[in-house]
Protein backbone atom coordinates (compact mmCIF):
# COMPACT_ATOMS: atom_id res chain seq x y z
CA UNK A 1 0.00 0.00 0.00
CA UNK A 2 1.60 3.29 -0.84
CA UNK A 3 -0.02 6.77 0.89
CA UNK A 4 0.28 9.97 -0.31
CA UNK A 5 -0.60 12.77 2.37
CA UNK A 6 -1.19 16.63 1.32
CA UNK A 7 -3.16 19.34 2.57
CA UNK A 8 -0.30 20.44 4.88
CA UNK A 9 0.11 24.19 5.64
CA UNK A 10 0.69 27.41 7.68
CA UNK A 11 -2.56 28.53 9.47
CA UNK A 12 -3.65 30.94 12.32
CA UNK A 13 -4.96 30.24 15.59
CA UNK A 14 -8.61 29.66 14.91
CA UNK A 15 -8.23 28.24 10.92
CA UNK A 16 -9.06 24.91 9.55
CA UNK A 17 -7.47 22.49 6.90
CA UNK A 18 -8.21 19.46 5.80
CA UNK A 19 -5.62 17.06 5.29
CA UNK A 20 -5.46 14.33 2.45
CA UNK A 21 -4.43 10.90 2.14
CA UNK A 22 -4.46 8.57 -1.07
CA UNK A 23 -4.18 5.15 -1.08
CA UNK A 24 -3.09 2.80 -4.06
CA UNK A 25 -1.73 -0.28 -4.10
CA UNK A 26 -3.98 -2.34 -2.75
CA UNK A 27 -8.36 -1.92 -2.89
CA UNK A 28 -9.23 0.97 -1.10
CA UNK A 29 -12.26 -0.96 1.22
CA UNK A 30 -10.05 -3.59 2.49
CA UNK A 31 -8.04 -0.85 4.41
CA UNK A 32 -8.57 0.67 7.74
CA UNK A 33 -6.63 4.30 8.39
CA UNK A 34 -5.68 6.57 10.75
CA UNK A 35 -4.15 9.97 10.94
CA UNK A 36 -0.82 10.50 13.51
CA UNK A 37 1.30 13.53 14.06
CA UNK A 38 4.66 13.68 15.46
CA UNK A 39 5.98 17.30 17.21
CA UNK A 40 9.44 18.21 17.44
CA UNK A 41 11.05 16.15 20.32
CA UNK A 42 7.87 14.19 20.57
CA UNK A 43 6.86 10.60 20.03
CA UNK A 44 4.27 10.28 17.26
CA UNK A 45 0.41 9.99 18.75
CA UNK A 46 -2.70 8.91 17.71
CA UNK A 47 -5.27 11.72 15.93
CA UNK A 48 -8.02 9.86 14.40
CA UNK A 49 -8.46 6.39 12.98
CA UNK A 50 -11.42 4.67 10.55
CA UNK A 51 -12.59 1.50 9.89
CA UNK A 52 -13.58 0.27 6.34
CA UNK A 53 -16.43 1.61 5.48
CA UNK A 54 -16.53 4.79 7.81
CA UNK A 55 -19.01 3.31 10.08
CA UNK A 56 -16.26 3.32 12.70
CA UNK A 57 -14.42 6.86 13.99
CA UNK A 58 -11.97 6.77 17.44
CA UNK A 59 -10.89 10.69 17.58
CA UNK A 60 -8.06 11.60 20.19
CA UNK A 61 -9.65 12.94 23.19
CA UNK A 62 -7.14 16.59 22.49
CA UNK A 63 -8.50 16.82 19.35
CA UNK A 64 -12.38 15.81 19.78
CA UNK A 65 -14.68 18.43 18.72
CA UNK A 66 -12.31 19.89 16.40
CA UNK A 67 -11.60 17.02 13.82
CA UNK A 68 -13.29 14.50 12.03
CA UNK A 69 -11.68 11.97 10.00
CA UNK A 70 -13.40 10.55 7.03
CA UNK A 71 -12.71 8.42 3.93
CA UNK A 72 -14.52 8.24 0.48
CA UNK A 73 -13.98 4.92 -1.06
CA UNK A 74 -14.73 5.78 -4.57
CA UNK A 75 -11.71 7.92 -4.14
CA UNK A 76 -9.41 5.93 -2.25
CA UNK A 77 -8.66 8.67 -0.31
CA UNK A 78 -9.19 9.53 3.77
CA UNK A 79 -9.45 12.77 5.07
CA UNK A 80 -8.82 14.92 8.42
CA UNK A 81 -10.75 17.63 8.73
CA UNK A 82 -9.26 19.91 11.20
CA UNK A 83 -11.12 23.34 12.93
CA UNK A 84 -10.56 25.47 15.13
CA UNK A 85 -6.48 24.41 15.22
CA UNK A 86 -4.39 25.61 18.05
CA UNK A 87 -0.32 25.99 18.23
CA UNK A 88 -0.12 22.69 19.78
CA UNK A 89 -1.62 21.39 16.82
CA UNK A 90 1.53 22.16 15.13
CA UNK A 91 3.16 19.21 14.28
CA UNK A 92 3.86 16.37 10.92
CA UNK A 93 0.83 14.67 10.23
CA UNK A 94 1.17 10.92 9.25
CA UNK A 95 -1.75 8.46 7.45
CA UNK A 96 -1.36 5.00 8.24
CA UNK A 97 -2.93 1.95 7.05
CA UNK A 98 -3.26 -1.48 7.75
CA UNK A 99 -4.83 -4.88 6.19
CA UNK A 100 -5.78 -6.68 9.53
CA UNK A 101 -9.09 -6.41 11.55
CA UNK A 102 -10.51 -3.44 8.98
CA UNK A 103 -13.89 -3.69 10.96
CA UNK A 104 -12.57 -1.85 13.77
CA UNK A 105 -10.10 0.68 14.37
CA UNK A 106 -6.91 0.90 15.71
CA UNK A 107 -5.27 3.57 17.83
CA UNK A 108 -1.69 2.96 18.12
CA UNK A 109 1.28 3.42 15.95
CA UNK A 110 2.13 -0.63 16.20
CA UNK A 111 -1.01 -1.38 14.38
CA UNK A 112 0.17 0.10 11.39
CA UNK A 113 1.45 -1.43 8.42
CA UNK A 114 2.02 0.96 5.93
CA UNK A 115 2.88 4.93 6.19
CA UNK A 116 2.61 8.05 4.01
CA UNK A 117 5.41 10.45 4.07
CA UNK A 118 3.65 13.06 6.05
CA UNK A 119 2.41 16.76 5.66
CA UNK A 120 3.70 19.54 7.73
CA UNK A 121 0.98 21.27 9.82
CA UNK A 122 1.97 24.98 11.58
CA UNK A 123 -0.55 26.46 13.25
CA UNK A 124 0.49 30.37 14.31
CA UNK A 125 -0.52 32.28 17.43
Known amino acids: VQLQASGGGLVQAGGSLRLSCAAS????????MGWFRQAPGKEREFVAA????????NIADSVKGRFTISRDNAKNTVYLQMNSLKPEDTAVYYCAATTRRIIVVHTTVYEYEHWGQGTQVTVSS
Open 50 to 57: INWSGGST
Open 25 to 32: GRTFSSIA
